[in-house]
């Protein structure tokens, strides 16, 4: 027991690290940054080549990877940043994920895929401390650990600097009519988090003896747990998060078991996040207040497509497989039409709803498993699963998400990360039900009227007969009483409830909505995979499907379909690029956010 | 006014820049082979290039496996094709990335299945992904060989799908010979990665441990993202093991090693043959020393096929090749070796594969296929980590 609690202090020590960064960058810029771990993990890679290339001892490594990583926060911030100002935040949240992948996808081709062994040029000195050992390296690591968080601390408490920091962070505007620059804020911000990210990176890898390209993800998304957990902008309350969240993941996997770490390490911030919104350690235990809705997400004015345009646009897409007989590209169409029903699904939330959900891959999986065990176990005929799965995807959908819909904005969407991971580590976790890791094989291709419909052009028909079927039902409810309480909820909450319109009742019919039309995806792809497993339902997906909803444009049913087929199709038209070729799908994703940040099937209102 | 103009500037371009980047792709779509291509293969093509299309990952997590995979392919290549080619046409594959991500295999087997050049195809590294598209393949009667896919149901989605992966029935069981016989361990803690893969080979290791009279002191599954494994170690140190089993790969084998010292354990490490890698011992360093492991290929094996591989592995790269590299350079050795004698047709390679007898292959000798569409008689040698090297072990 007491060696669980130091291991957890161990592993905690490490959190704290990254987490102080993200806690204070999110502070200034109201940006949860998902470039952060990459900056991360390439300050671990500028460490590595400082000691195996050029054989550096610690010192001087240290300062190096401060230096390029403050610099490369720079960067991130001149070019995903400061250009996307006023695009609003689901934008910035978008442009930091493009930022991001350009990184990973950089470091991979400049240092290879393969992880690097990276040895520590520092006498590894151990305690004995109860039944374990402790080494230098646990020590350093405190000690940078808490010498940055005093620094930092001192620095926004005591200096003309961290005032005008301050000061951003709390009201932008009012800053800039006080003569703050507002801009150098920004930069100087982005430069200490990314000098942060680096050393915690270096270190890091130094504590693991290895150095990879996908390293930051898993270690940004504890960071921003902990820092979740302590209240974000709160720095102490990071590193007391950090230490809370190794703790309590250590006691899990010893009363527990291994797989429940990262589930413990959900259901403590959705427990905390439910009673204490803004963190363990605010000062009140109300929320602060959002900056005013609008700027949180940029809505433009729909399009507006002519009818006869949508029925031609319906009609040749019906008719195309009689014209293209080409089995690949049948069938990318119809992966995009699956893709497609499931970015209306999110458009409900977030464009219509205004709520940002970063794990929508959750809602296909319930509906993607719900069809597997109902098809594979009960021996259901296909056509009643489809109608069923979606109830069942719909009822848990909405129980698991009413806890952390009392939350807003950011604190929502790191939430709904959290849910969507949850329902992929229940997956693996409930054996019994749906066989764990293995995964449910030999799903039968979807049958109807006892014809098995098997062939690429067949799948395209259903997939596309599905899609048309959600497209009406959402431009439907779109037009309803029901899309405009939505709205109202999405535009000024307080408001809204003036009017009666209780937030956490339509929040969950949103989320309900929401997830029975994923749903419908889910079985879609079940059916045509023939196999799913927990690692199926990647946070990437979710993150794609995001993607899709923001490029064409939000609340805007048509691009949604719009985004994903531009997402599907063009990743693998860019397939003669070879490696190069989700670098540049991370390069376009700024140009088109850049250039219409409102999406592709928007006008500016 | 000329804010609205902006505008629309900006609306064209984005547009155009879709349009160029979807029609670029499109007017490519016959993709050109990337395989190693000397100027005759180039030459050549025009003649009927025979193809083997390829899908796995060569960006995202998995990518360090999909380059090995390419060095295996490139250096078979040049052997067949120094010897003649299949059927005196020129051998070549097509590699299409798919990040092992399910959602993407499922088109590349379409485009596989409707290019008339491609005769069979191999991939994908992991099992969603590979599963994902096996379907397709089965329809279209398209062989998909298997080079890591381990999972159970891997082979029995149809007889187009073919696996020449070390498969877990054979592994799991003689680790637990390995252990309990070899060394003479009783109490074993079991800590496996929860993957189809680990949590099957955990399954089997622990059937047959327990018939061979050891208690499992313990069996923990961790998760694929794990790099803390502190906490899951004072378990197993407190269960008191005098065997700590690993069912892991190499990165997280090597992780493990590392941090089995610092919870205060001190027990005989045996690890399952996916750890056998030069890797394991590069990120575990001196951790690493004394755990046991078995394989099927070692580059010190006697045996000359595996000499010879190693040999121009060596030449060819500069490095030790590893069993992923074996597995790639047989995959392609094996559907060569196949078409050679029956022709390039994509039936008759199917049943080709069936009926072939005596296939040369580094990892497994002089093999055939089996009713379950695996690889049969695997040999295995016993390894220990000596010195910062993997040496041969005779118990």
Redesign the interface.
Known sequence: ML??LI??L??GN?YALTAVGITQIYGVANVINFAHGSIYMVGAFVGWMAVTWFGLPLLPTLGLVLAASALLGLLVERVAIRPYTGSGRTVLLLTTIAAGLILE?AA?LIW????K?F?APIADVRF?VG???I?TLDLVILAVGLTTALVLWLFLKRSRLGWAVRATAQDREAALQMGVDVHQVSRISFAMAGALAGVSGLLVGLY???V???MGF?ASLKGFTAALLGGLGNIPGAILGAYLLGTA??LA??WL???W??LVGIALLLGVLLFRPGGLFAATRALLPEPTVGTFIPIGRPLRIPRWALLAAAAAALVLPLVVR???????LA?AWIFGLLAISLNLITGTAGQISLGHAGFLALGAYASAILTTRLQLPFLLALVVSPLIAAAIGVVICYPALRLRGQYLAVATIGLGQGIALVA?NWTSLTR????I??IA?PTLFGVEI???AGFYWLTLLLLIGGVWVAERLSGSYLGRAFRAVREDEVAARAYGVGLERYKSIAFGLSAFIAAFAGVLLAH??????P??FTHA?SLQVLTMVVLGGLDSTMGAVVGAL?LI????????L??Y??LVYGL?LL??LR??PRG?LSA?S | MSLRRAQHARVLLAGVLTFAVVTAGCSLAPTTPSGAQGPAGAQNAAQGEVLIGVMGPLTGDNAEYGKIWRRGFDLALEEINAAGGVQGRPLNYVFEDTQSDPKQTPAVAQKFVSDPRIVAVIGDFSSPASMAASPIFQRAGLVQLGITNSHPDFTKTGDYIWSNSGSQEDDAPFLATLAVEDLGKKRLAVLHMNTDWGQTSADLFIAKAESLGAEIVLREAYLLTEKDFRPVLTKARDANPDALILISYYNDGALIAQQIDDVGLDVTVVAIGSTYSPQFIALGGEAVEGVYTATRFHPADPRPEAQEFVRKYREKYGVEPDNFAAVAYDGIKILAAVLNEVGVDRKALRDGLEKAENLQTVMYGTTAFGEDRRLRNPRYLRLVVRNGAFEIWEP
């Open positions: 060696d669980q291991n957890g161990v592993v490490l996808q991979q290879g895929p393969e992880t062994a040895h004995r039944g374990g050992f080494g693991y003896h290895s990879y390209h996908t898993s993941e250590s996997v010893a078991g291994s797989t770490r990262d080409n089995g690949y590209w049948l069938q990318v992966t693996l764990g890791a293995l995964g094989s030999n291709p098997a062939s690429a045509s995979y023939t196999y799913i497993a690692d199926t997906l531009a199709a063009i990743p693998e038209s860019a397939r003669f070879a490696e070729r989700f376009l140009a088109m250039f219409r592709l500016a």
